[in-house]
């Protein structure tokens, strides 16, 4: 069993930056696939971002992020990071993490094992 806590939600203007982090328990992180996703009110859950376990290992972004986002891990602060420069209105949402054990499936929900509650962001025009 995981827990994920998310934090660093917030308001910005549009064009600014903000950094979010989750922070894992009850598990050896450093075995975890990690993945971000946000979501809306009345919008599906949207992939954002996701980081292999392994040294080396591949990153990937939705389409809509690419560019302006980026996600990073700390294995001895058992956290991940998602840096969001260049914010819109349009990146107003509920932002999740995610820990999967497996190396498949990771830009759907339905690859991950455990979430996180949330943290909000939401950027103004």
């Known amino acids: 069993q995981v827990q994920l806590v998310e934090s660093g939600g917030g308001l910005v203007q549009t064009g600014g930056s903000l950094r979010i982090s989750c922070a894992a328990s009850?598990?050896?992180?450093?075995?975890?696939?990690m993945g971000w996703f946000r979501q809306s009110p009345g919008k599906e859950r949207e992939f954002v971002a996701a980081i292999s376990w392994r040294s080396g290992g591949s990153i990937f972004y939705g389409d809509s992020v690419k560019g302006r986002f980026t996600i990073s891990r700390d294995n001895a602060k058992s956290t991940v990071y998602l840096q969001m420069n260049s914010l819109k209105p349009e990146d107003t949402a509920a932002y999740f993490c995610?820990?999967?054990?497996?190396?498949?499936?990771?830009?759907?929900?339905?690859?991950?094992?455990?979430w996180g509650q949330g943290t909000q962001v939401t950027v103004s025009s």
């Open positions: 009850g598990g050896t992180f450093g075995r975890y696939v």
């Open positions: 995610a820990a999967s054990i497996k190396s498949y499936g990771l830009t759907s929900r339905y690859g991950y094992d455990y």
